[in-house]
Every structure is written in C-alpha cells, then in structure tokens.
C-alpha cells in the first residue's frame, strides 16, 4: 500500500524558514511525481511545488518561486521542501502527493495523497 507521510509542520516567524518532509512508501520516484500542495483557510488547495525524476523537471508557482526548494533522498525515499522568507500567506496545511510519472499541479492528477502538516507563519 503506497503511503506518503508529511512532517515538518510547526509555527515560525515572518522571514523564517522551515523544512518539510514526505517519506514515501511502497514507490518510487522512477516511477512517481512527487508533490507539494497547500491549502489556507477559506481557500482552495494549490500546487505549489513538484519534482520528477522521469523528466528531470522541477515545478514551482510564483508565489513560492526563489523561496522554496523541492528535492529528494532517493536513499531514504523522501522529499524535502526547503521553505525561505516565509511569509504570513504562507500560512496553510501542506500536502505531498504522488503523481504517476509527470508532474502535476492538478488536484485531479494526483494519484496518491499525504497527511497534512499545518504550517503557521505568525509573529
């Protein structure tokens, strides 16, 4: 059974950083997407940041562009999402999720779904 577990979560400062984990079970990134997905209050979820191996691409939205960095420990199975300056509409639960082969930042795309973490940036 696949299963992606996501951690990192925690309440951090405007400008502060934090790292996310998604240890991932039962795939592999040959053969998987992984992404990163977020959802603040009174909002829809959005793809914020997604890495495959396949094609050798990495994604990021604008909003995250320069501030966040998407990377993997084939090693231990796990993807990381470095997060930088963050800022306080930053806040919201962030989602990692596997997607067959490509990259998406479609909610409909995704195949597999994590646990949320709830990041809060707050002074």
């Known amino acids: 059974e696949v299963q992606l577990q996501a951690s990192g979560g925690g309440l951090v400062q405007p400008g502060g950083s934090l790292r996310l984990s998604c240890a991932a079970s039962?795939?592999?990134?040959?053969?998987?997407?992984i992404g990163w997905f977020r959802q603040a209050p009174g909002k829809e979820r959005e793809g914020i940041s997604c890495?495959?191996?396949?094609?050798?691409?990495?994604y990021y939205a604008d909003s995250v562009k320069g501030r966040f960095t998407i990377s993997t420990d084939d090693a231990t199975n796990t993807v990381y999402l470095q997060m930088n300056s963050l800022k306080p509409e930053d806040t919201a639960v962030y989602y990692c999720?596997?997607?067959?082969?490509?990259?998406?930042?479609?909610?409909?795309?995704?195949?597999?779904w994590g646990q949320g973490t709830l990041v809060t940036v707050s002074s």
């Open positions: 999720a596997a997607a067959a082969v490509f990259c998406t930042v479609q909610i409909s795309g995704v195949d597999y």
């Open positions: 039962e795939l592999t990134f040959d053969d998987y997407a």
């Open positions: 890495i495959s191996k396949s094609d050798r691409t990495t």
